[in-house]
């Protein structure tokens, strides 16, 4: 059994379980957030990021056994993030303007990946 102990925020006598994830004041509605609400933080944004692996679609023989990795972050709207296919790095847009369906990104190494994208907005491959 735990012990209950008194609101640090209102003094109210007995209010609020130790370490609990989620204990609040059943008085002023304070919360005492510990390791494991931080730990159901992180777990909400694993949920989020779900992710897909993207084939080479070059001419280059080499590079077809690379394979890229893009993140999708859902939240508002569905993002998509991609990952340079060398380094693993997180990739940014390069800054050039892209050409219909295709993407250019840029990763912190100096790798410039472009990335196709289907008419859903999905990325189907990169080059």
Request: aromatic residues 6%; proline residues 6%; hydrophobic residues 30%.
């Amino acid at each position: 059994m735990t012990a209950l102990i008194d609101c640090p925020r209102c003094h109210a006598a007995n209010t609020m379980a130790p370490n609990e994830d989620g204990a609040g004041c059943a008085t002023c509605g304070y919360r005492q957030y510990g390791a494991g609400a931080a730990e159901d933080r992180r777990r909400d944004e694993q949920s989020r990021l779900r992710g897909y692996r993207v084939p080479y679609v070059g001419d280059e023989p080499i590079r077809v056994a690379l394979e890229a990795v893009v993140e999708v972050v859902k939240g508002d709207r569905t993002r998509h993030r991609p990952r340079c296919p060398w380094c693993n790095e997180g990739l940014t847009a390069s800054g050039h303007k892209s050409r219909g369906d295709t993407l250019l990104y840029k990763c912190g190494q100096g790798h410039r990946p472009r990335f196709v994208k289907d008419g859903d907005g999905q990325l189907v491959g990169w080059s």
